[in-house]
């Protein structure tokens, strides 16, 4: 498997509130993204890098901010969080063309 | 329309069946289709690439047709441990390999 990093696993925390979701990757992949994944909707796209300092937003991406300083690291922020951030994180990474994944941040906004 | 779009599910079926997914993108310049597999809470993993030409990998057949913008993804011999969510995902054009995830659907094998 990837080497792929998610940290914290699991986080509550209370609205208003700032949140930093780390993913770190050792595979030296130049593409990461950050996904949300909530029932009824799959996977959707909050922000992806496609190199140091390189981010773009995907879908889903009001109330999120992202930072890639180094390869290896693709922060993820909510600046205020609110109820509706409440979901299940995933961090990714591909080389050429499969995607591999993060195990996931469970984050309660209460 | 969302980019990429799934039969929502659940399949329920008996040990041994045949089941078949589909699968339809709205970007007609993607490039690349994959079909994940993913267990409840778990991440999602790569369960086969789909190429042009159709591939198989054991019990599992991938098509595409791009003319119809349609992926499909067939499980022979259904298992007990086959159950979990299908993700159908699109790689997006523009040099940023930006990939796309349908909603998922979900099978349910049972004895």
């Known amino acids: 498997d990837a080497g792929i990093t998610q940290s914290p696993r699991h986080k509550v925390t209370e609205t208003g509130t700032p949140v930093t979701l780390r993913c770190h990757q050792t595979?030296?992949?130049?593409?990461m993204y950050w996904y949300r994944q909530d029932p009824g909707h799959g996977l959707r796209l909050i922000h992806y890098s496609y190199g140091v300092k390189d981010t773009d937003k995907g879908e889903v991406s009001d109330g999120y901010s992202v930072s890639r300083s180094k390869t290896e690291d693709f922060l993820l922020t909510l600046e205020s969080a609110t109820s509706s951030q409440t979901s299940v994180y995933f961090c990714a990474t591909t080389g050429d063309t499969e995607a591999f994944f993060g195990q996931g941040t469970r984050l309660t906004v209460v | 329309r969302k980019e990429v779009e799934q039969d929502p599910g659940p399949f329920n079926v008996p040990e041994g069946a045949t089941v078949a997914f589909n699968c339809t993108y709205s970007?007609?310049?993607?490039?690349?289709f994959f079909w994940y597999r993913q267990d409840c809470r778990k991440e999602p993993k790569l369960l086969m690439s789909?190429?042009?030409s159709g591939n198989e990998d054991g019990r599992f057949t991938a098509q595409l047709n791009r003319a119809s913008q349609y992926i499909s993804l067939l499980i022979r011999d259904s298992k007990l441990s086959d159950s979990a969510t299908y993700l159908c995902?699109?790689?997006?054009?523009?040099?940023?390999?930006?990939?796309?995830f349908g909603a998922g659907t979900r099978l349910a094998v049972h004895p």
């Open positions: 970007n007609s310049a993607s490039q690349s």
């Open positions: 595979e030296n992949h130049r593409y």
């Open positions: 995902v699109v790689n997006t054009p523009g040099g940023y390999n930006k990939l796309i």
């Open positions: 789909v190429y042009s």
